[in-house]
Nanobody, 126 residues
Framework: QVRLVESGGGLVQAGGSLRLSCAASGRTLSSYTTGWFRQAPGKEREFVAAISRAAVTTYYADSVKGRFTISRDNTKNTVYLQMNSLKPEDTAVYYC???????????????????WGQGTQVTVSS
């Protein structure tokens, strides 16, 4: 079992940047495809980005393509989400999640992820 802890959230103005980190303990994160999801008040949790175990493949929601970049450093057991050109609609709690395997569209679904962090708040002011 792997335990995930997110950090790096905060308050930023529109157009600004933040980098979220997802640190793992218990098992090596390189054993998992890792994703970021977000949930805004009153809305369902939605997919943001995911990265395969060896970082060969990345997936992005259309709403963040070209602005967000997911990466991982398996030597540090950490996955990152670099968020640039932030918009007020990016405001949400951001969650890190891990799954032993997913492929293509399956990586976009919350139900395919077995482990979740507690979330970190990102607020983008206009």
């Amino acid at each position: 079992q792997v335990r995930l802890v997110e950090s790096g959230g905060g308050l930023v103005q529109a157009g600004g940047s933040l980098r979220l980190s997802c640190a793992a303990s218990g098992r090596t994160l390189s054993s998992y495809t890792t994703g970021w999801f977000r949930q805004a008040p009153g809305k369902e949790r939605e997919f943001v980005a995911a990265i395969s175990r060896a970082a060969v493949t990345t997936y992005y929601a259309d709403s963040v393509k070209g602005r967000f970049t997911i990466s991982r450093d398996n030597t540090k057991n950490t996955v990152y989400l670099q968020m640039n050109s932030l918009k007020p609609e990016d405001t949400a709690v951001y969650y890190c999640a891990a799954t032993t395997f997913c492929y293509n569209s399956a990586c976009y679904a919350t139900l395919n992820y077995d482990y979740w962090g507690q979330g970190t708040q990102v607020t983008v002011s206009s």
